[in-house]
């Protein structure tokens, strides 16, 4: 009887514990699946403000964070002078060891899996505040992709300078936002991530 009662209870551990190793791998991969989501940094140079609404359509469609590069020294009008070849923007642009100061930081950037970063186009290219931006942090093996505002340029021109500004991380071909609709860069911004 006791016997009887031993394989009994025998019989029930292995069931269980069959049960319990078929069940727990299972939960496991299901657990790596949800973890396995993207944190997304959006990070956008605007002064005039037409970047900041492409950035805030990317963060709408990738939940992502939402960061925006703020001169130490604020651009003022007469800054953006494009006309008068001694503006500010015009002198920073033309000197390619220019580093303005940005004030603030990202918080524990070393969180962010993928990183848009925005900007408008002065003069064919990135601001210098941009290049200020990618070089103060480490960027190893993060994805960076660019996004920019453009009254006709494009972004071509600036991605030379990301990818040297960079180091260590791996930068998407980027894309000139200034046309697009709000539908448009939702669905560019969701690829990005993949």
């Given amino acids: 009887m006791i016997k009887k009662r031993n394989r009994q209870w025998m019989g029930l551990v292995l069931v269980f514990a069959l049960i319990a190793g078929l069940v727990l791998p299972a939960a496991s991969v299901n657990t790596a699946g949800k973890s396995g989501k993207k ?26 964070k939402l960061y925006q590069i703020k001169a130490e020294e604020p651009y003022t009008e007469e800054d953006l002078d494009y006309s008068n070849d001694n503006c500010r923007a015009n002198t920073e642009q033309n000197n390619e060891s220019t580093r303005p100061g940005i004030d603030g930081k990202v918080k524990n950037i070393r969180k962010y899996d993928v990183i848009f970063i925005g900007y408008p186009i002065w003069w064919g290219k990135e601001p210098m505040i941009i290049r200020t931006f990618l070089e103060s942090y480490n960027l190893e093996g993060k994805k960076i992709v660019p996004f920019c505002t453009s009254g006709g340029s494009g972004i071509s021109g600036s991605i030379n300078g990301i990818k040297e500004a960079a180091s260590g991380a791996t930068v998407a071909e980027g894309k000139d936002l200034t046309d697009l609709s709000a539908k448009n860069i939702k669905n560019w911004a969701k690829k990005n991530i993949k």
């Fill in 39 to 64: 944190k997304v940094l959006v990070v956008y140079f605007s002064a005039t403000g037409t970047t900041k609404n492409a950035a805030k359509n990317i963060k709408k469609a990738t939940g992502g």
